[in-house]
Antibody, heavy 123, light 105 residues
Framework: EVQLVESGGGLVQPGRSLGLACGGSGFTFGDYAMHWVRQAPGKGLEWVAGINWNSVSIDYADSVRGRFTIARDNAENSVFLQMNSLKVEDTALYYCAKDHLKWELTPDSFDIWGQGTMVTVSS | QLTQSPSSLSASVGDRVTITCRASQGINSNVAWYQQKSGKAPRLLIY???TLQTGIPSRFSGSGSGTDFTLTISSLQPEDFATYYCQQLYSFPLSFGQGTRLEFK
């Protein structure tokens, strides 16, 4: 079964850091670009960051650029999101998602999603 | 920027429903559509504007190119009541429409 499982969410104070992880199984993880998407409570979807298969191509939403870092370890079938200088408005359910296409950061859709991990930024 | 309409829609089982997504500039056919049920992750329905994802019922269809796109459900089933999002994948940063909540009339 193709699956993504996120972990690492929790309650954190504004200005602090938190790291998320997402493990993939049931597919050749290292062949695909991966993404993080978030959803604030009661709100819509917001793309956060994407990384191609070999970590050469990376991009971020303007709202997180300079504060968040996406990385991957293909040997561990995992993608990560390091979140620094967290703000209250970063509070959201964070999903990792698999790119439908192989290799490069030229997606045509996200075909597999995890169940998400909740990040709450509050004092 | 993507603008979805309507933001909410009431319909009955068996109805034909159309949701529209308009881009602020041309994005070729680089649009995907997702369904999200309450408390669940999004599910891919359509990619490249009109290609049905494997395993998705044929009552779902997509069309459009350039700036105007539509998702159509030909005959609503009880399990289709959910929120639907369009997504542009033409350029980074990627973006989603604000969503259309499909409710039971």
């Amino acid at each position: 079964e193709v699956q993504l499982v996120e972990s690492g969410g929790g309650l954190v104070q504004p200005g602090r850091s938190l790291g998320l992880a997402c493990g993939g199984s049931g597919f050749t993880f290292g062949d695909y670009a991966m993404h993080w998407v978030r959803q604030a409570p009661g709100k819509g979807l917001e793309w956060v960051a994407g990384i191609n298969w070999n970590s050469v191509s990376i991009d971020y939403a303007d709202s997180v650029r300079g504060r968040f870092t996406i990385a991957r370890d293909n040997a561990e079938n995992s993608v990560f999101l390091q979140m620094n200088s967290l703000k209250v408005e970063d509070t959201a359910l964070y999903y990792c998602a698999k790119d439908h296409l192989k290799w490069e950061l030229t997606p045509d859709s996200f075909d597999i999603w995890g169940q998400g991990t909740m990040v709450t930024v509050s004092s | 920027q993507l603008t979805q309409s309507p933001s909410s829609l009431s319909a009955s089982v068996g109805d034909r429903v159309t949701i529209t997504c308009r881009a602020s500039q041309g994005i070729n056919s680089n649009v995907a559509w997702y369904q999200q049920k309450s408390g669940k992750a999004p599910r891919l329905l359509i990619y490249t504007a009109s290609t049905l994802q494997t395993g998705i019922p044929s009552r779902f269809s997509g069309s459009g190119s350039g700036t105007d796109f539509t998702l159509t459900i030909s005959s609503l089933q009880p399990e289709d009541f959910a929120t639907y999002y369009c997504q542009q994948l033409y350029s980074f940063p990627l973006s989603f429409g604000q969503g259309t909540r499909l409710e039971f009339k």
